[in-house]
């Protein structure tokens, strides 16, 4: 139906867009997709495929500011980034249907008010750079809920690379991005194999993620995230309050 994908793709590019700035995509893609008439667990498996193009379209974007970053690995990075979201992943596939709409609007509300919390997670800031092990521990948790439920996926990161140690806020959104498409493209092999893909759907916000990916990488230096970050809660907020409804 044209109604439907007028939707979604509007929905991924804003998506794609709202994860390079500032994170919450998901936000915009999981309730687009249940709309359009995709079950919730497969909802979450397929928007999660959606929004990987916007990813690495946002951390190309960036990249300029990693290759600055000194005194952090990114081979360790990745590693941890797709065994957490492998480990996700599975952990998704092995959750029943029923069992998850449950869950959805608890992860939902979670997600959000980790969101009004945000602030003063990124503030809150190492003041040198942590070690290989911590480095691990960390993204490979923050890897495996990426690889489970995308929602606030973004902020965690975010907030674990200033904890970690990156003081440079651009360089911390290249990470979060790189991170993001490393779990994500992972997960969705294992999504894949599980049957939990909707390709039509999938395909069609894959190019609207990617365009708005790249966009809101070379706006993120321009944008106050702050107001952005308020439109981001205010939506989670209706959405979760939508969920708890249809449970």
């Given amino acids: ?12 590019f804003l998506a794609g867009a709202l994860n390079a700035v500032a994170g919450g995509g998901s936000f915009l893609t ?8 995709v079950p919730p667990l497969a909802a979450n498996a397929t ?17 300029d500011d990693m290759d600055k970053l000194r005194g952090f690995s990114l081979p360790i990075l990745s590693i941890a980034s797709l065994i957490g979201g492998t480990l996700g992943a599975l952990l ?16 939902l509300l979670a997600a959000t008010m980790l969101f009004a919390l945000a602030p003063g997670f990124i503030t809150a800031q190492s003041t040198s750079p942590a070690s290989k092990r911590l480095v691990i521990v960390v993204v490979l948790a923050v890897a495996i809920y990426g690889g489970y439920f995308n ?23 290249g990470l979060k991005n790189l991170v993001s498409a490393l779990l994500t493209a992972i997960a969705v092999l294992v999504y894949i194999a ?6 039509p759907e999938a395909v069609w916000m894959m190019v609207g993620a990617t365009s708005g990916g790249y966009a809101g990488a070379r706006a993120s230096r321009r944008v106050p995230v702050k107001y952005l970050r308020w439109c981001i809660v205010a939506a989670g907020a ?4 939508v969920f708890f409804v249809r449970v």
């Fill in 1 to 12: 139906m044209l109604t439907d994908a007028s939707i979604l793709f509007v929905a991924a």
């Fill in 30 to 37: 999981l309730p687009a997709l249940v709309f359009a008439g």
């Fill in 47 to 63: 928007g999660t495929l959606a929004l990987l193009p916007g990813y690495l379209s946002g951390a190309w974007a960036l990249r």
């Fill in 92 to 107: 998704l596939l092995w959750t029943p249907a029923p069992v998850f709409d449950i869950v959805i609007p608890w992860l």
């Fill in 151 to 173: 929602g606030g996926l973004g902020i965690l990161l975010l907030a674990a690379f200033g904890a970690l140690g990156v003081g440079n806020i651009n360089a911390a959104n």
């Fill in 194 to 199: 599980g049957g939990l893909i909707y390709w």
């Fill in 238 to 241: 209706v959405m979760s309050l």
